[in-house]
Nanobody, 119 residues
Framework: QVQLVESGGGLVQPGGSLRLSCAAS????????MAWYRQAPGKERELVAS???????TYPDSVKGRFTISPDNAKMTVYLQMNSLKPEDTAVYYC?????????????WGQGTQVTVSS
């Protein structure tokens, strides 16, 4: 099994920054992809950043230039640096990884961490 533990959410003023962390544990041989999603009240969950094992990143236009995803493979941790935050960034943020385990490839989600951008 794969477990993910997220941290780093909170309340921040518009224009501020936050860094989210997501630590993976379990019988993981390797990680194929890491990603961050968010879900605002009344809206569908959406991708905000992803990175492959080869280092290819993807960002939607809404966060491009403001958010940066970065992995620490040695720690099996993925970070999301969020700068120039806007009220519309308010949401619950979830990390997701796809990892190779003894049972084959599995997809795991974190429990979510609240990010609130408000003055």
């Amino acid at each position: 099994q794969v477990q993910l533990v997220e941290s780093g959410g909170g309340l921040v003023q518009p224009g501020g920054s936050l860094r989210l962390s997501c630590a993976a544990s379990g019988s993981i041989f390797s990680i194929a992809t890491m990603a961050w999603y968010r879900q605002a009240p009344g809206k569908e969950r959406e991708l905000v950043a992803s990175i492959t094992s080869g280092g290819i990143t993807t960002y939607p236009d809404s966060v491009k230039g403001r958010f940066t995803i970065s992995p620490d493979n040695a720690k099996m941790t993925v970070y999301l640096q969020m700068n120039s935050l806007k009220p519309e960034d308010t949401a619950v943020y979830y990390c997701k990884i796809r990892a190779l385990t003894a049972s084959g490839y599995v997809t795991a989600w974190g429990q979510g961490t609240q990010v609130t951008v408000s003055s």
